[in-house]
């Protein structure tokens, strides 16, 4: 099965940048999608960012602009560029694969953002 390792995390201050990855294993020919959610404290877990098979990225209408997904296909691995990080970014990070119709879930890496 695909499993996922994220990687990146940490505590900054408003307007700092992270940049979260993502490293799939496993039989990695069946994903078809790769993603970033977020779960703020005390919220639901939301979409941030996902990057489909022919590269067409989405984005939440909160980080468009700031953040970046990317990929490198040779690696499995997966990427998120944050900058202008600010305080409504805090929260667990969750990087996700679509492997034949399925998502999969990376364990979570966490975001701090303050002063």
């Known amino acids: 099965q695909v499993r996922l390792a994220e990687s990146g995390g940490g505590l900054v201050q408003p307007g700092e940048s992270l940049r979260l990855s993502c490293t799939a294993s496993g039989p990695v020919g069946g994903i078809y999608g790769m993603g970033w959610y977020r779960r703020p404290e005390g919220k639901e877990r939301e979409m941030v960012a996902t990057i489909a098979i022919d590269g067409s990225v989405t984005y939440a209408d909160s980080v468009k602009g700031r953040f970046t997904i990317s990929r490198n296909k040779a690696r499995n691995t997966w990427y998120l560029q944050m900058n202008s990080l600010n305080v409504e970014d805090a929260a667990v990070y969750y990087c996700?694969?679509?492997?034949?119709?399925?998502?999969?879930w990376g364990q979570g890496t966490q975001v701090a953002v303050s002063s």
């Open positions: 996700n694969a679509v492997v034949y119709g399925r998502p999969v």
